[in-house]
């Protein structure tokens, strides 16, 4: 049987959070409710297209899927388990907001299957969760965690932000240490980047917000991750950080070009070669499905070279990097060879390592990785 991972975009928010760009609308019950059936009719559009396949990851992502009942969730897992098995040992993850997580809702998520947890923290200074827009404070993200634990759940991922406007180096540390005395298994360490259209984003262009400087972002990171790192989470991607054992399955799918389906308005799809997705219209969506019409938005095929490229660039995020042998029998290629002068560059300026069987960024690589993923797509 084929592994495949199911991501499921849920769209709903009490408040969008000031840098998010992630398609996301305000919750309602009608509309959540519409929005599951929706759900429920495109698992089904997909019972001849994933004959031989189960699923080994499934991912609930949002927006805030916490917001959405129980029940709701528990009927859209056990549609997908009637389209395809569900392996026993998938990880089944739900992305959370910490004033979301009740007593009651976590027995709930534990008695449908789920059995990871990622907590979106950012911040634990309350000022800094303010100026981004978050609806918690630090004391709810740091009980929440407790709440988690106390009804079973070990494998929990925090969500950590940097490079926020007023944010300094102690902060960053303070709520990796506190996060850290928790036991949390995995941690998320991301840059703060804006996008465009975002009210960060307009604050900035208007002068209301200064960023920090490249330098002071990159001290916030290498002292985040030292105080990651001297806690015993290995870094094995450019921003995530986990306890052996302890690594995002779902996500190593993205990262290892495996195989996925998205569901929800917005998601993305990777399925023998092609790269598809759904509306980012909720309503759109809705209407589709009703009367079974929903269209897939085709972003390409990939050709052998898109493939080539597009693995490069992703296992190069993972800090095993490229195993060569493994690239040699998936593409029929040699990959030393293909790559001879790129590699001799790149070696050369002190970006990449270069082992017997294995090429992966340096720490100067990791720091200007996109640069040295470009470099693999030109001729030397």
């Avoid at 009608?30 to 031989?52: F, H, Q």
Wanted: charged letters at 25%.
């Amino acid at each position: 049987m084929k592994k495949l991972g199911i991501y499921i975009h849920v769209p709903f928010c009490k408040q969008k959070c000031n840098y998010c760009d992630f398609y996301s609308i305000k919750w309602n019950y009608k509309t959540e409710n519409k929005y599951v059936e929706a759900m429920l009719n495109e698992i089904k559009s997909y019972k001849e297209k994933l004959n031989g396949f189960i699923a080994d990851t499934i991912f609930f992502g949002g927006g805030t899927p916490t917001i959405v009942k129980p029940d709701n969730l528990k009927r859209i897992i056990e549609e997908i388990n009637d389209l395809i098995a569900i392996d026993k040992n998938a990880e089944i993850t739900i992305e959370a907001n910490p004033n979301t997580l009740s007593d009651e809702n976590l027995t709930a998520y534990k008695e449908i299957g789920i059995n990871r947890l990622s907590i979106g923290i950012q911040s634990l200074n309350d000022e800094i969760l303010k100026k981004i827009g978050r609806i918690h404070n630090g004391d709810e993200a740091l009980n929440s965690i407790d709440r988690a634990k106390k009804n079973g759940f070990e494998n929990i991922n925090a969500d950590v932000m940097f490079n926020i406007h007023g944010q300094t180096v102690r902060d960053v540390e303070d709520t990796i240490e506190m996060i850290i005395e928790k036991d949390i298994k995995h941690i998320s360490f991301y840059s703060l980047k804006l996008e465009k259209g975002t009210p960060l984003y307009i604050m900035e262009q208007n002068n209301k917000i200064v960023m920090p400087e490249e330098d002071y972002e990159r001290e916030m990171y290498y002292a985040g991750r030292s105080v990651i790192e001297k806690h015993n989470l290995i870094q094995y991607e450019i921003s995530n950080f986990a306890v052996k054992g302890y690594e995002c399955k779902h996500n190593l799918k993205y990262w290892n070009q495996e195989e996925y389906i998205g569901l929800g308005p917005s998601a993305h799809s990777f399925l023998k070669n092609i790269r598809f997705s759904n509306s980012s219209d909720l309503n759109l969506y809705c209407e589709n499905l009703q009367s079974n019409k929903l269209e897939k938005i085709i972003h390409e095929e990939l050709s052998e070279d898109d493939l080539i490229f597009e693995y490069i660039m992703l296992r190069l995020r993972l800090t095993e990097g490229i195993n060569t042998d493994e690239f040699n029998n998936k593409f029929s290629a040699d990959f030393m060879k293909m790559y001879e002068n790129q590699i001799d560059y790149l070696h050369k300026n002190n970006l990449i390592y270069v082992g017997k069987n294995n090429i992966k960024l340096t720490e100067k690589g990791m720091d200007i990785s996109n640069y040295v993923i470009t470099i693999f797509n030109n001729s030397y």
